[in-house]
């Protein structure tokens, strides 16, 4: 695990990471997340009631939306407004987010109300899904404890029954690495997007030869790589909301 | 692994399957393939010349749209044709589809010449993108043969460089079990769709924690799992394009 | 009217006709038609509640939607759920197959309930809409069946009045023929569908001239030929219906 | 034959028919057409090229879009523009007008121009759409005399090959009736819309039984009952081009 | 100010002005106004009822919605319908009118019931916004009126608390201009459209520099224009409304 | 002049106004520009070529686009690219600063390159519009500087011919105020948007009566708070231009 990386970094170890809360005054949570370059704008918004499928059921509801603005990358994309509908891309992004947040949230103990989380990427340079689900974690969380202040939940229960970070991982010329950017991304033969739990489990699971297929032992490695990015990823998400 | 299954089967025992190739008189390559009583209809249409971005670069392109007959399911969903658009789940299907074939594709050798793969899902009981995948592998095949009949590829080169089959995987009241039927998914704490080649490397592997997140050690057990039923799978494929 | 066909038949020969009654597990009602080469799956879906427009009036209502599988046909049609509209084509052959099946509904006897007729042809040689409502009918019947036995809709009352059952008829050279096939279709230089009543009534006359102008004589013959063809077709239903 | 009309007329008697051409002052063609209450811009617009499929045939194209102004009718409808689809009425409208009016155009004759006629129903009253035919074969006509003026085509070969009328008919209490204003169109058990040349043949029959299926006497009645009313519609057209 | 115009006009001279009511069967109010070769046919419908977010409130809405036909300008357009959705500027111009309208709109009056005043352009020679002003308010007063007739508003209200008009002013070869037809307006270096109540007040002020940016002595000069226009269609208005 | 404000500012003061350069790695040029609360990232994307009309003309050309994060403002907003079309609002804005930046743009100068101006508004609170225009302007300057730099146009031709900022007005309480925060935008009974060069010419003028219309020296008090306001900001377009 000696390669060079394009940064200096070592195989295992990630970008600078920085969590920055409250970056926008209106939203009930917000965290501007980067990961090196990366950098996602993270805002949680809380409006009462739910989608029809749950009216009713006292269950709350919590889901993401993911996207990019047209020069967040180095070429500009058209924007998805414009061509009038969401690319595949985004929208399988947007479903991931969601259900990795879901993933720790106990929807009964949000009572009917809805919490969207908005993912705006506003420069890309690889892991924007992984640095995504990072940051809106921290602004779920903000989210949640905005309604117990203004007691849209109960004091007692708590919709959070963990959290969640995530990253990716790929292999390099053979070398499995840690938390991809962009330049890497582009040359890696397996890419991989792992969410994982606070302690240590895996939420999601996302592998893709995108050159020769892999066998067990790479997987095996790449997972063992990304359970310890997440490990450090939860303990920023600590960190940060301590401050 | 003794837990009863719906249907009687074991833990690790795939459902029947059949592969009805030249089901279609017009396609190039077309295939029924059933897992029970889960039914998908792929096609592989083959037109010369390919997308914009390939223009000039003498490579071919594989890719594939999958779909569901509005009442392939126990309650009818609206076409999407009707509410003109394509849905999240449809769009990240046919991507997995399309990456999943493109993995044992030498577009090299298939010249400029582009390979649509369309699942059409006639009855789903769970398991569709995964029936699909293996189904659309045989359809696939069958357009090359049919590229060589007609000169459209050199006799000395082969496009593809080995087969794919997909399975799903998912732990149901602890047990890990293998192709879930409808019933058996809905109930699934965690579901995987594994893609393999015929020799056992991994080409795409999503797992989803859809309650309790899942530890290394249940991981393991459905990717074991997984690779045992790609590898029947590719066997069914052999005998179907051997018949 | 001796002259040749493409498949030899003779010019008021109907094509091998078959009617495969619960071809799906899911639906209601479900008719595989097969009118030589070309196959329709038509499944009839039954939901409680009606369009806006008729809810409190007691009434029921039947509506239709066709499509075509991509590849159904000679050359792959791009599918209409990815170009984001239904074609005008397809909207038309929907409001037809509705509205001939309406014709004998009575929809007081359905209750506020609603039936979803959805004919998806899986593979194309002509006559696609007119097999479309030959089987649609049948799958409807099913349907009602099913309501009755369910207690959806009271046994002394049958929203049933009758049965439509429809066909092709166009001139080839001058000669008046009957359900047409694809290569026959396109050589026609007038072409008509026309849907009748088991009691040999019109429910829908539909005559255009592809080539020169008719006269009517020529209208006349086509009208004979396709009354003869939709009796035969009625038998067809009739039998389907007691096997 | 004696029963009365709404408005006085007698069964087989049109409503007085107005052909006012160059009504606008940018088209090539422009006809303000009236049967009665109901009127429809006819503006036919020339352009050199031809759709995609038809360049280099030296063949020329004729189509057509039919709409209604969102206050045409009793009730204000929602704009086709605003709901971003176009309605299935609207669809099959615009292709009938379509047809027939190529039903009577030598496209080779044409050149590779293409000419598009609009079809705006101002005010409906029923017939919109064999006004709008009516009125579309004189716009086309002055359309093809301008691009005669400007060379776009040869003198000495005239692209339109005859002309094209269209006219409604019904049955309301039993008796077929010419040229159906909307109160009797609501009332109709059979409705038919037919498109003749001025030679008295058929370009199109469309027939429709809305209440009970009609038998081959009423259609025979309905068709002779057309006939006359296209003959009429011919010689107002012939008048209106001579004017 | 003693340019020569186009057409001989006067520099602060309107074209000829009409506005004629009644011009359509079915509308609550309907005017077709011209601006000399400009015409706009404007249908003021009355609804029971108001949007969702102002139920409850007592109050009522007044909207309008501007359309182009195809061929209303020298080159044909595409159909918005068609395209599938509605242009930048059809979008500016509907929303300046509905603006525009509610300026002299006491919604509490109005009771909960909409008016949508559709502003149609049959035919465009420059200025159809301002022209689709002057005439929607005119429609509009026809609806009002219509609607005390009916009882719906209580006679001792008035929802309308004054008339607008508007009018185009602009630039050309340095002189201010009033009223400027099509040919004018694409040669304007300064185009500005202002609507105004017959008293005199500013309701909208909008100004482009289409080529060189103007001076405060030219936007003088351009307001004073402007208003003695509006002065002159609010007379035009009242007779219109008189007669 | 003296009347209270939401933040303690004067009525013709400006908010803090900040203009950081290079906020971005990917774009050719980018400005987040800050109006006290308000941000807005201006990103300016050069490419070679232009739209279609421009083709062979020699010339280029500059657009822009608008657009909102959906938590930007204090509710949040549906994104429009799920809606699956752009508001009226946002193509209204997006035209206005296309043209704004026009106005000072010489685009033979360009050579045939397309600048596209992205203006994402991050946080709103009133004006997004007037700083867009201010930050794009900063933006396109660096852009075209970028382009100089790589040789795209030429060292002896200046695309741009001048600057643009812009501002709102309105009154208050019968006071007329300059740059208005959301608070106040809310509550002013005229709100007027103004563009103006650094030379104090206009560019864009327009004005709204919110509640009463406005007379015309409320109209020249408006203007002539605006003209200051934007030579204050022109000024501030130097200093970041310089730094």
Not at 48 to 68: C, F, H, N
Not at 161 to 190: F, H, K, Q, W
Request: charged share 25%.
């Amino acid at each position: 695990m000696s390669a060079a990386r394009v940064d200096g970094r070592k195989a295992d170890q990630l970008r600078p990471v920085t969590l920055t809360r409250k970056w926008s005054i209106h939203p009930e949570g917000s965290v501007l997340v980067e990961f090196g370059q990366t950098k996602v704008l993270c805002t949680a918004s809380v409006t009462e009631g739910v989608p029809r499928w749950l009216r009713g059921s006292g269950k709350g509801w919590v889901t993401a939306e993911y996207a990019m603005l047209p020069r967040a990358t180095n070429t500009r994309g058209d924007r998805e407004s414009v061509k009038g509908k969401v690319g595949g891309r985004t929208q399988e992004i947007s479903r991931l987010i969601g259900r990795a947040l879901r993933a720790v949230v106990d929807t009964k103990a949000l009572g009917e109300n809805t919490i969207i989380v908005d993912c705006d990427v506003l420069q890309a340079d690889g892991g924007t899904r992984t640095a995504a689900i990072t940051g809106a974690y921290v602004a779920l969380q903000d989210a949640v404890t905005w309604m117990r202040d203004k007691k849209l939940i109960k004091a007692s229960k708590d919709p959070l029954t963990g959290s969640v970070s995530a990253v990716s991982v790929g292999i390099i010329d053979g070398v499995p690495m840690l938390d991809l950017c962009y330049e890497e991304d582009v040359r890696a033969e397996t890419d991989m997007n792992v969410v994982c739990t606070a302690d240590g489990k895996f939420v999601e699971v996302q592998g893709t030869a995108e050159g020769a297929p892999f066998d067990r032992a790479e997987l095996d490695a790449l997972l063992d790589l990304a359970a310890g990015g997440c490990k450090e990823l939860a303990s920023h998400q600590v960190k940060a909301l301590l401050s």
